[in-house]
Antibody, heavy 119, light 107 residues
């Protein structure tokens, strides 16, 4: 079965960076794009960007363009999301999600990774 | 960016009821509108994609309709496990955006 398993919770200081991993299994890793979505406390879900499964093409939300990098290690079936210049408002649960081919929706999600930004 | 506004933001209902949630887009998203269910501490779950298509494994009491800028999610009859928060999401153009959520509570 399809699974996306994310790395564990993390606490970072303001100004630092965080890198969250998302290991995929149960399907052909290079077939589907992977997206990152976050949810700050009490806020709506917020799309951050995506990476193509078959090449290294990425696209980011303008809001995060200067601070986020999404990458992947195909040999490990793992996608990474690194966010730099952390501030308190980046405290959130970060999710990876698989995009369904040709239907532009997210059919499988990781369990979420809580990132707390605090001095 | 396309803004999505859901109504109502919260809703109280009873088991067996029929409820509807509306999602309005600031511009046409054609039929690129999806619905998700989120339970506390869990990842969102895809219910409806492309406005009206039931995701595999999702009970038929869930249904979606609409196109352009006006969409509806209906649930009938409500079951105990349906009390959760529901989000609409547009995939017409990036940045993909979500509604603010509708919290469905037991009356």
């Amino acid at each position: 079965q399809v699974q996306l398993v994310q790395s564990g919770a993390d606490v970072r200081k303001p100004g630092a960076s965080v890198k969250v991993s998302c290991k995929a299994s149960g399907y052909s890793f290079t077939t589907n794009p992977i997206h990152w979505v976050r949810q700050a406390p009490g806020q709506r879900l917020e799309w951050m960007g995506w990476i193509n499964g078959g090449n290294d093409y990425t696209k980011y939300s303008r809001k995060f363009q200067d601070r986020v990098t999404i990458s992947k290690d195909t040999s490990a079936s793992t996608v990474y999301m690194e966010l730099s210049g952390l501030r308190s408002e980046d405290t959130a649960v970060y999710y990876c999600a698989r995009e369904t081919l040709n239907d532009y929706n997210f059919d499988y999600w990781g369990q979420g990774t809580l990132v707390i930004v605090s001095s | 960016d396309i803004q999505l506004t859901q109504s109502p933001s919260s809703l109280s209902a009873s088991v067996g009821d029929r409820i509807t949630i509306t999602c309005r887009a600031s511009q046409s998203v054609i039929s690129y509108l999806n619905w998700y269910q989120e339970r506390p501490g869990k990842a969102p779950k895809l219910l409806i994609y492309a406005a009206s298509n039931l995701q595999s494994g999702v009970p038929s009491r869930f249904s979606g309709s609409g196109s352009g800028t006006h969409f509806t999610l209906a649930i009938s009859p409500l079951q105990p496990e349906d009390f959760a928060t529901y989000y609409c999401q547009q995939s017409s153009s990036t940045p993909y955006t979500f509604g603010q959520g509708t919290k469905l509570e037991i009356k």
